[in-house]
């Protein structure tokens, strides 16, 4: 957008909703490499700064320059709600440091793929927020809100035990917050849930007799229970006795078909290919 005097106040108030990074210029040709190198780097549609081409024949930009205590052109001021942020000036300063400029109003990697996490989440789709949040976390593990927002979708998706590890290495600080002491009692109802009578009247049924049509039922209540390795090792052991258990096949890819994202799924789709083949 090229900054005139009639969007000027547009411009200024646009800074409030996100930043706006002014490139201040000359059309002599003195700022032409600065220039490309801005117009290359922000486009358009970037979600997280504006571009404004500030000319020096404007007489509203001079005196913008002159209030910003420019010194020298071309120069970068990056407006943030309506003050100024950062500051360059200099072709070569320019060039060199824009990206490190930029990063500094842009979100992190992290931030993006939680973004990601929690736009999945949102759309019902677990299996890849889970994912999406875990790549956040490891990207930046000092991040408490990473760390809670993951350990509540492990718990969310029933994956408690490593919602259970990740909350046992929280920091003492991390531990006094209150949105620990609500993600400890959330995993506690969690785990009781997993460990309710019916699913251990299932397992007791199961213990006493093995039966294809017992192995079923308690794979399916420990899938539901957020247990599913543990459902799919049982249906693979029964698996390896005989492939061509049809009901415990069906199962078993069942249960696979709902972990996308997680490691073990393709763990154990190698596991039975290898047994099919």
């Known amino acids: ?3 005139t005097q009639e969007n000027f106040q547009q411009v200024l108030e646009g800074s409030m909703e996100k930043p706006v990074l002014c490139f201040f210029f000359m059309e002599d040709g003195s700022c032409e490499r600065a220039k490309t190198a801005v117009t290359a780097a922000i486009s358009d549609t970037n979600e997280y ?3 404004a081409m500030c000319n020096l024949n404007e007489p509203v930009l001079q005196y913008l320059a002159s209030q910003l205590g420019l010194r020298g052109l071309p120069a970068i001021a990056v407006l943030d709600k309506g003050n100024p942020a950062a500051i360059l000036e200099g072709e070569q300063q320019i060039i060199d440091n824009l990206q490190e400029l930029m990063n ?6 992290g ?3 939680m973004r990601q996490a929690l736009q999945a989440e949102a759309a019902g789709d677990l299996s890849a927020a889970v994912l999406a949040a875990e790549q956040a976390y490891l990207s930046d593990k000092e991040n408490r809100s990473f760390k809670f927002i993951y350990a ?3 718990i ?6 490593k919602a259970h590890e990740l909350l046992d290495d929280a920091g003492r600080e991390e531990k006094s917050s209150p949105e620990y002491q609500q993600l400890i009692a959330a995993l506690t109802l969690a785990e009781q849930a997993q460990n309710s009578p019916a699913l251990m009247e299932l397992k007791d049924k199961f213990d006493k007799d093995p039966s294809d049509e017992n192995a079923v ?3 399916v209540a420990l899938a539901e229970a957020g247990k599913k390795e543990e459902a799919l090792e049982m249906l693979f052991t029964k698996l390896k006795e005989d492939l061509n258990k049809e009901e415990v096949k069906k199962t078993f890819l069942d249960i696979l078909n709902t972990m996308n994202g997680d490691k073990a799924q393709s763990r154990y789709r190698r596991k039975l290919y290898t047994l099919m083949y």
């Open 49 to 51: 700064l504006t571009l």
């Open 104 to 109: 500094q109003f842009m979100p992190s990697a």
């Open 1 to 3: 957008m090229y900054v």
């Open 156 to 161: 969310a998706a029933k994956n408690t035990a």
């Open 152 to 154: 509540r979708m492990l």
């Open 111 to 113: 931030e993006l793929l």
């Open 217 to 219: 039922a308690y794979a």
